[in-house]
């Protein structure tokens, strides 16, 4: 029942917030200055064009009629048309969906790794310069943004030694025979090692720049975790035991330690998702945000509200599955 009422609480939550995204993000960008209208029209149109177009998107009634038209849409599974494709919102943004979802996944993958070498590394040798330069490592990690890393990558890896490709998600002279747009997992499926060599090579560097400093999070707080571990008794009896250090950390001290960790990462996987946006556009990367970059300067509202929303759901559906999993892997919580 603990489990039941954890999760009927987060679905409350999650509703509030979303219906808490969609009112802001609808007004708010009415309010930034910009005229979608005169940026879709022709040089020399005549007030009848323009009160055609905004009749066609909606735009020649109030604002609260305006919003409830777009909640009834949503709830019937219809965003919008984009202003400047004229294609339907939800067709654009699950498109390029699969692309950012990959990339993130990647770079949550490269920083769960790094970071947790780092940690076991900082414990293994406590109190000795191993640690010192990996406190340090982590400073500068987090000192610096995703963005800079992102351009050092390009300068060293793209002209200094061009071993990965800077820019773009695949090579467009590759045939790409697949049904969905999860290139890098539908390439592992079908076997095609060659696709999924180019297109890791196409994201290794704009993962790796979003990787770092969550790397360096990860690294600082399960360093820390385990060192407060390493003092309890259970930990103690294993050394007398008789097992090595290394049995005592990842057998004895790393379980219990692990947890905080877990949580951290499922929460700074939802901000890892939006550090996308600068990074796609960065390395000329397909997607998601990319695409919000490019309907933010077209004032492409339907599109970037529907942008918006699907941020707003991930970034809640993650949070409603880390609050699961911690309630589920800690006892106190699982029976009240």
């Known amino acids: 029942m603990t489990l039941l009422r954890i999760l009927l609480k987060r679905l409350l939550s999650m509703s509030t917030t979303l219906i808490g995204v969609a009112v802001i993000v609808f007004f708010v960008i009415r ?18 064009d323009i009160a055609r177009l905004k009749a066609l998107y909606g735009f020649d009634k109030s604002l609260p009629e305006q919003f409830l038209i777009w909640i009834q849409g949503i709830l019937g599974g219809d965003f919008g048309t984009s202003i400047t494709s004229r294609q339907p919102v939800s067709a654009l943004v699950l498109g390029r969906l ?30 000795g310069k191993a640690e010192a330069v990996i406190d340090i490592t982590n400073g500068i990690s987090l000192s610096v943004p995703d963005f800079l890393w992102g351009l050092f990558f390009i300068l060293l890896f793209g002209v200094l030694w061009p071993v990965f490709h800077i820019s773009g998600r695949v090579s467009p002279a590759l045939d ?40 360096a999070i990860i690294a600082q707080l399960l ?23 290394n049995h005592v950390i990842l057998r004895e001290a790393l379980p219990n330690a692990i947890l905080p960790t877990l949580t951290l990462v499922g929460v700074q996987f939802t901000f890892l998702i939006g550090g996308t946006v600068i990074i796609e556009r960065l390395f000329s990367y397909e997607g998601l945000g990319n695409m919000a970059i490019d309907a933010v300067i077209n004032r492409d509202l339907p599109l970037i509200q529907g942008i918006v929303i699907l941020f707003a759901v991930i970034f809640t559906t993650v949070n409603l599955l880390v609050d699961l999993t911690y309630a589920v892997l800690n006892p106190r919580l699982r029976h009240g």
């Open 98 to 127: 699969p692309a950012t979802l990959e990339l993130s996944v990647m770079a949550l993958v490269m920083a769960v790794a790094i970071g947790g070498i780092l940690a076991l590394t900082g414990t293994r040798h406590r109190g």
């Open 223 to 245: 360093k820390q975790s385990l060192k407060e571990t390493m003092h309890l008794d259970y930990v103690t009896l294993a050394r007398t035991k008789g097992y090595s250090e």
């Open 31 to 48: 309010i930034v200055p910009g005229n979608p209208i005169a940026m879709m029209l022709p040089p020399g149109a005549g007030e009848e």
């Open 176 to 215: 790409l025979p697949f049904t969905t747009n999860f290139y890098l997992f539908e390439s592992l499926l079908r076997l095609r090692f060659d696709i999924w060599l180019d297109l890791v090579s196409h994201m290794f560097m704009p993962a790796l720049a979003l990787a770092i400093p969550l790397a």
